[in-house]
């Protein structure tokens, strides 16, 4: 096996580990409160408490690539998390829970913080490709993560689930140490006070907001859904909506994979923006099976949507991908951080239905920007294509003036 290969399929299986891990907090929500005895507006805590520590380390490493040895970091955050999963599993207090979240979201962020950019480098010319075919892998794990849920609660102890995910990140790590450390000569380090300044190219600013905006819909229906399909579902087919969910972004991933290199990014994006709002705003009045559907059709078109907008921004500046990704995770991870909680307050105050049609209001300014990017970047380049045709007389009218004098 090359160390190309084994890089990749050792990244690939990380994320699909990292994918369960995340899917398992949405499916496990009822559980949590009925195991510790905590509100809606409590339990909307889990998703911030376990953005708070990836954020630390994803822009801490991601500042940073050049500098690291990244195999050692991505063992030692492998063997870390292992235990970490451990702890949450056996976690007496919903405090401590929370606390264990927030300590394997560290974790976890050294691991994210090095998979795009890794993959990026040794795929150099095939980003669009790459980065969704790595969130396919990330997919598949995560659909399996609320069957696991499932299971771990069929057997009658939930935490099970965590103590599953432990053992199987361990020959992840193994596998990391036994291959050549990888070379990433190209990438450079940035001070975080320069991230002003890269936040200020129009690609990099563009993703953040486009991300941040992503990041609500995406946080709220792996954090809500299956407690809210629970309205109208019976406890297992409503956790199973979120695994539904999920395995359409196997297929959503692969077709994004194979587009990204036919169609420009930026409008491939706005185009499954339209239509997954459309299907959002369906979500909202549609309960019981038919649901079931309507939750597919948005899992498939918001499916490639963060890294075919990674692979678009990280082409601008390939010598910053370290900070290009760090800088998506931290907008993702705002809207992570806040949104489900913002939510769960909303369903106290008012329902559960109405916090979900937030989903759809996000989509709609999702689409709201991408548009307005879309057209003032065309505005831009027509601009560009009116001044180089004056150029262009100009040019032939000084010829034609000399040959004349000639």
Do not use: C
Request: glycine share 12%; charged share 15%; net charge negative.
């Amino acid at each position: 096996m090359t160390n190309r290969r084994g890089w990749t399929i050792g990244i690939f299986l990380s994320v699909g580990i990292l994918g369960a891990m995340l899917q398992l907090r949405g499916a496990l929500l009822a559980s949590f409160g009925e195991t510790y005895a905590v509100t809606e507006g409590q339990l909307g805590l889990v998703a911030t408490a376990a953005s708070v520590g990836t954020l630390v380390t994803v822009v801490a490493v991601g500042m940073s690539i050049s500098r690291l040895d990244v195999k050692r970091v991505l063992v030692v955050a492998a063997v870390v998390l292992a235990g970490l999963l451990v702890v949450i599993g056996t976690s007496p207090t919903y405090a401590m829970l929370l606390v264990g979240f927030v300590a394997a979201g560290l974790a976890r962020g050294a691991l994210h913080a090095l998979d795009r950019p890794l993959l990026g480098h040794l795929y150099s010319s095939e980003r669009g490709r790459i980065y969704n075919l790595q969130d396919m892998a990330w997919a598949t794990g995560a659909t399996l993560g609320p069957v696991l849920a499932t299971v771990a609660i069929a057997v009658g102890e939930w935490r099970l689930a965590y103590y599953a995910l432990a053992a199987a990140l361990l020959p992840v790590a193994v596998l990391f140490w036994r291959l050549e450390s990888p070379a990433l000569e190209d990438e450079e380090a940035m001070a975080i006070a320069d991230l002003g300044g890269l936040l200020r190219m129009p690609a990099i600013g563009t993703m953040g907001g486009l991300m941040l905006l992503l990041s609500l819909v995406e946080s709220g229906m792996f954090t809500w859904l299956p407690y809210y399909a629970g309205q109208s579902l019976p406890r297992g087919v409503a956790n199973l909506t979120l695994s539904i969910y999920l395995a359409a972004y196997i297929p959503g991933r692969y077709v994004y994979s194979v587009a990204s290199e036919r169609v420009d990014n930026l409008r491939l994006v706005l185009g499954s923006g339209v239509l997954a709002m459309g299907a959002l705003v369906a979500f909202v009045f549609v309960d019981g099976y038919p649901m079931l559907v309507v939750v597919a059709v948005v899992g498939f078109l918001v499916a490639g949507l963060f890294p075919t907008l990674l692979a678009w921004a990280t082409n601008t500046v390939p010598e910053y991908s370290g900070p290009v990704n760090a800088l998506a995770f931290v907008a993702s991870g705002i809207g992570f951080m806040i949104f489900p909680a913002a939510q769960g307050v909303v369903a106290e105050a008012y329902s559960l239905e109405a916090a979900m049609g937030l989903l759809a209001v996000a989509m709609g300014l999702f689409v709201l920007l991408a548009a307005g990017i879309l057209f003032v970047g065309s505005g831009e380049s027509d601009d560009v294509a009116d001044d180089e045709s004056a150029s262009d007389r100009s040019a032939r009218e000084s010829r034609e003036t000399r040959d004349g004098r000639t």
